[in-house]
């Protein structure tokens, strides 16, 4: 740039702004698309042709002077953007011969590209995904595979999409045209022009152009051959989504073994040598740069092993500055597409380093980036167009550790200690706040929450309340954890409690143990035994229900009756001795279960408690069962129906439901016993048609497993074997995979039924 010239994007940008007008606005006014004026501001494209400024001079209502300084700064532009043109062959780069996976790819990519006959649309593959997939080495090699398909020729330009200044559509046709048919002299300045020259010299032609490394669409579109069988293979970061007729192949880090046998090749050498590649591969996540970074360093230096190298990178803080081989830099690569990213879109990519599970969902981004929903999902978007940001099909969002790493360190580079904690701070306020309103709608007295209860997200429904808090759990459980460390104690407590009806619905979750010991924990801090006494029962209930460890659920049941007792809180005994039964009747101890249950039922009588009742007296029928008194037991499951079916003691509506269900099925399993399989039909038809009324899955399929029980005993093994099904799929549908196999395993062990006699 001459002294005196001034450079079009940061003119174009005061124009803008002294206007007060938005990308979005000025696109609009103007024709021009807002990706292309994006482009022109950041110095992308610096020498936009003379009718796109006159467009965009008109929608910013320009007087002469200004539209005229404009027009200079486009023309000069242009003058420094038309470098020398090299008339070599576009040849292919040296492929690696240590290539690895990837297998599948190379399927799809010779399949697409190898379809189109004349006069068909030629085809074109892009590959898209994060720095460091391994996009170009691809590429390579499935057009060096294609030799034999495509004998015309094998053209490869890199538009060096992350420089400063990329090339433009122009000179990569002007170079592909002389690489084709180097007899061309001069060729036209105007792009359609262009283009149009290009299309005739490639047309018929078996001929694969490899474009490699794209910045935008505006730079490939014009270099896409009309019709086959000439066909293009793009690179790039971003995912181009304004390319039409497109075959997209996302690139993700490789599988586990094709990460070892890609490390293998790499480092060579005796069997010994290899050993400890897949604990360097996950080091690595599996990405092929970093991989290959890897294991150049080990095949540089033969004194060292595999776990000398995993050693080093074990330690995170380490680990990406490790990742350097010559000039190949894990770092480096991360750097170029984060410098393409806007204010908002760097903000938000390094504080989601802060998101403490393995993925998030929009409206936790959306706090961390400090902005609207809206503004949010654009920089979302932003960050999955430059391949550094994974958006699953659950609509959740992650980094791959290696990104994790670099967007942490971005973070502690660009915000002060106190920005980082108040970021933290505001994730961890947002998700206990927001778990808490999530979890009271399954909480009698609470339901539905008023409209502006949450910020970011509603919960309309019951559902979608449940959705939140499975979804979201992989981070309110460590916001739950880090509130707990930091010490406001009361906090803790009001989180679990709230969680305490919905934890029943979602049972092989895996973590209550841990959120309800964190609360028996906090309970403990603050001194209180009638907490102590709640939060002991809940964590009773958790190793009982979801962990089988029977013996350590009686125990912390024991405490919570110790703690109740010193209180005199007749409503926690009542519980903590439910509790005692509980895991006294799972371990096949009937007599002691029986004794417990009865005291629960006495001191939930002595409070009143019209919600422990039932509970209690289901347990002693199961008590009474278990010694084979079973007249006694069925006269404790008819107390449970009159009990929540009479005024003076009816609990409340969900725990009258399931207690009406589980005396029904108890009932039904005694029937069993006797072989009055139609007595237990007849009653687990009722339970099962309550259980799905009310959608409580987990009880629909236990339902299920004894009436296939039933049909069993009636002869009807053909109906077992669908309810069977029926209960298989429940359990997956809610997640509970264990108890699925173990029902699958029984379907398979079903004999297969006679078929039917011939008439």
Not at 489 to 515: C, I, Q, T, Y
Not at 634 to 655: F, G, I, K, L
């Amino acid at each position: 740039m001459t002294d005196g010239e001034i450079a079009f994007g940061p003119r174009l940008r005061e124009l803008r702004l002294a206007a007060d007008l938005t990308l979005e606005q000025l696109a609009e006014r103007s024709g021009v698309s807002d990706r292309a004026i994006s482009d022109m501001e950041r110095g992308v494209s610096q020498g936009p042709q003379a009718r796109t400024v006159q467009a965009i001079a008109d929608a910013l209502g320009l007087g002469a002077d200004d539209r005229s300084e404009l027009a200079a700064a486009a023309r000069a532009g242009r003058r420094r953007s038309a470098g020398p043109v090299t008339r070599g062959r576009c040849p292919l780069p040296r492929r690696v011969t240590d290539f690895a996976g990837r297998r599948d790819e190379l399927a799809a990519i010779r399949a697409r590209l190898t379809a189109a006959g004349p006069g068909d649309p030629a085809p074109v593959v892009l590959l898209s995904g994060a720095p460091g997939m391994g996009k170009t080495s691809l590429a390579v090699q499935a057009a060096t595979e294609l030799a034999d398909a495509m004998p015309d020729g094998r053209f490869f330009v890199d538009l060096r999409g992350l420089d400063d200044r990329p090339l433009t559509a122009a000179q990569v046709l002007e170079r592909l045209i002389h690489a084709i048919d180097p007899s061309v002299g001069a060729v036209p300045h105007d792009l359609d022009e262009l283009s149009a020259l290009w299309r005739t010299r490639v047309d018929g032609r078996r001929v694969v152009v490899v474009l490699d490394n794209a910045a935008g669409d505006g730079q490939v579109r014009p270099v896409l051959p009309g019709t086959g069988p000439a066909a293009v293979l793009v690179t790039s970061r971003r995912t181009l989504s304004g390319l039409e007729g497109v075959h997209r192949i996302p690139l993700g880090p490789l599988p586990d073994a094709a990460a070892v046998t890609l490390l293998a090749g790499i480092v060579a050498g005796p069997p010994e040598r290899a050993v400890g590649l897949d604990r360097l591969a996950r080091l690595c996540a599996n990405t092929p740069l970093a991989l290959r970074i890897a294991g150049n360093r080990l095949a540089s230096r033969p004194a060292w092993t595999v776990g000398d190298l995993a050693d080093r990178l074990s330690a995170e803080e380490r680990r990406l500055d490790a990742l350097t081989a010559g000039d190949l830099q894990v770092k480096a690569a991360f750097r170029l597409s984060y410098q393409q990213l806007s204010g908002v879109g760097r903000r938000l990519f390094r504080r989601l380093a802060l998101v403490p599970g393995p993925s998030t969902g929009a409206e936790l981004a959306a706090v961390l980036a400090e902005e609207s929903l809206v503004g949010t999902e654009d920089a979302l978007d932003e960050l999955i167009d430059l391949g550094l940001l994974q958006h699953g099909a659950d609509d959740r969002y992650s980094l791959h550790d290696l990104l994790r790493l670099y967007a942490d360190l971005e973070l502690r580079q660009e915000e002060s200690a106190d920005d980082r904690r108040a970021a933290r701070r505001r994730m961890v306020d947002w998700l206990l706040d927001t778990t808490v309103v999530a979890g009271r709608w399954y909480e009698p007295g609470f339901g539905a929450p008023p409209p502006d209860a949450t910020r970011l997200v509603g919960f309309d429904t019951a559902d979608a309340a449940r959705d939140w808090l499975q979804a979201e759990a992989e981070n309110w459980l460590p916001a739950l954890v880090q509130a707990a460390a930091a010490g406001p104690h009361r906090r803790v407590v009001d989180v679990a409690e709230s969680l305490h009806w919905f934890s029943d619905l979602w049972p092989h979750w895996g973590h209550w143990h841990e959120v309800f010991a964190l609360s028996v924990e906090a309970a403990d801090r603050l001194d209180d035994d009638h907490l102590r006494a709640v939060h002991l029962g809940y964590l009773a209930w958790a190793h009982i229900a979801c962990r089988g460890e029977f013996d350590v659920g009686f125990r912390h049941a024991e405490r919570a009756a110790e703690c109740a007792g010193r209180v005199g809180d007749a409503r926690q005994q009542g519980w903590a001795r439910f509790y005692c039964a509980w895991a006294r009747l799972e371990a096949g101890r009937y007599a002691d279960a029986l004794e417990y249950a009865r005291g629960s039922a006495d001191r939930f009588r002595q409070a009143r408690d019209w919600d422990g009742l039932p509970q209690a007296l289901l347990s002693i029928g199961q008590s009474l069962g278990g010694l084979e008194r079973d007249d006694e037991a069925v006269a404790a499951y008819q107390e449970v129906t009159a009990v929540v079916r009479s005024p003076e003691t009816a609990p409340s509506e969900q725990v009258a439901q399931i207690a009406d269900v589980m005396a029904a099925r108890m009932t039904a399993r005694l029937h069993r016993r006797h072989g009055r399989w139609s007595e237990a039909k007849h009653l687990v038809d009722g339970a099962l048609d309550l259980a799905e009324r009310l959608r409580l899955q987990r009880m629909v399929a236990w339902a299920l497993v004894d009436r296939a029980d039933a049909f069993l005993g009636l002869g009807d093994p053909v109906a077992a074997v669908v309810d069977l099904r029926r209960a298989v799929a429940v359990h997956r549908e809610i997640g509970d995979e264990s108890q699925a196999r173990q029902l699958q395993d029984r379907l398979d062990r079903i004999p297969a039924p006679d078929p039917p006699l011939e008439p």
